[in-house]
């Protein structure tokens, strides 16, 4: 994540013909479109994106590994267009380069980097920035959707296949039946609107002036904005990957507490099942994937603890 790679880029396998060797033939033929040299491009991520880093030019590329994917990313260039109209500090898409772009069927883009060496931001920051994103008021062209959580649930149900026991699957698709109509009742007290859709530690990073910046645009979408609370609250609650003391400075300088609002446990079953899924979609092409996704399973089914999840 150096380089302004977010937490999603992790490896997954990618789609069919997703490999290493065909991303650097997309790569190369989008740099010759958009003049820029790939000499020395390294490959830093191959997972829903692979993703190149061109350090001498300063520039990051993504690859995503959904060939559907193009208007999503032209979403996430405006976004990132208006962010920088805006003055508001996150990854900036290169500026004289037209895109996205459609090569050998992949959607390419091309980002400034945030930074040479791995240094996140703090949570402080994080709250911070979400803060300051959630008083912007974006305008209607930007297109943003209505962020539907039960719409991506059923997708990766859908996409769970091999490595993953049928009894498992039968088991989440019963529980996110019942979550539905949990979430469906929940009273949000935060104002609906623009939300980042994947706000945690790993996408804020700390550019090359000390700046925390926020990365990972694709899923801006328009929502309670308590999505945007959710994945800081579970890592300090259930996974215990946040300490209190960081979690108390999240919530003093947000100036929201979300696990004192009643809904908070449905939207963190919500969010852990959602997170549970991404891994099963993975647990064909990596066997710590497979792993970790049966040990997420079973303490979801056990209401067993959640202390001993991986970080990927």
């Known amino acids: 994540m150096a380089s302004g790679v977010s937490g999603d880029d992790m490896a997954d396998g990618g789609a ?4 290493a060797e065909a991303t650097l033939a997309v790569l190369e033929e989008a740099c010759a479109t958009a003049r820029l040299d790939p000499a020395g491009a390294r490959l830093v991520r ?3 994106n692979a993703v190149y880093d061109l350090a001498a030019l300063r520039v990051i590329v993504r690859i995503a590994a959904d060939p559907d994917a193009l208007a ?3 979403r996430a260039v405006r976004v990132a267009r208006w962010l920088a109209a805006e003055s508001f500090p996150a990854n900036r898409v290169v500026s004289n380069v037209a895109q996205p772009l459609v090569v050998g069927g992949r959607v390419v883009t091309f980002w400034e980097s945030v930074q040479d060496a791995e240094e996140y931001a703090s949570v402080a920051e994080l709250a911070d920035l979400l803060k300051r994103l959630h008083w912007l008021e974006e305008p209607e062209s930007l297109g943003l959707p209505y962020f539907d959580p039960f719409a991506k649930v059923r997708a990766s149900l859908r996409g769970l296949g091999v490595g ?7 088991f989440l698709a019963e529980h996110a039946d019942r979550l539905e109509k949990d ?3 929940l009273d949000f007290v935060l104002p609906f609107g623009l939300i980042h859709g994947d706000a945690n530690i790993g996408n804020i990073l700390r ?4 700046q925390a910046v926020l990365i990972d645009l694709d899923g801006f979408a328009l929502a309670p904005r308590e999505w945007d609370l959710i994945l800081t609250a579970i890592y ?5 990957w946040h300490t209190r003391e960081q979690y108390e400075s999240f919530v003093h300088h947000y100036g929201f507490d979300l696990m004192n609002w009643p809904g908070y446990p449905v939207l963190a079953d919500v969010r ?3 997170m549970t899924l991404w891994m099963g979609g993975k647990a064909a092409a990596e066997p710590r994937a497979a792993e970790e996704f049966v040990r997420r399973v079973e303490a979801i089914r056990t209401n067993g603890s959640r202390r001993d999840w991986g970080v990927f």
Not at 164 to 170: G, S, Y
Not at 236 to 240: A, S
């Open 16 to 19: 069919a013909g997703f490999t």
């Open 46 to 48: 191959l997972g829903s």
């Open 72 to 74: 999503e990313m032209e």
């Open 164 to 170: 993953v026991q049928p009894e498992d699957v039968k």
């Open 183 to 185: 979430y469906g009742r």
């Open 207 to 210: 550019d090359r002036s000390g």
């Open 236 to 240: 300090y609650d259930r996974y215990g």
């Open 272 to 274: 852990e099942l959602m």
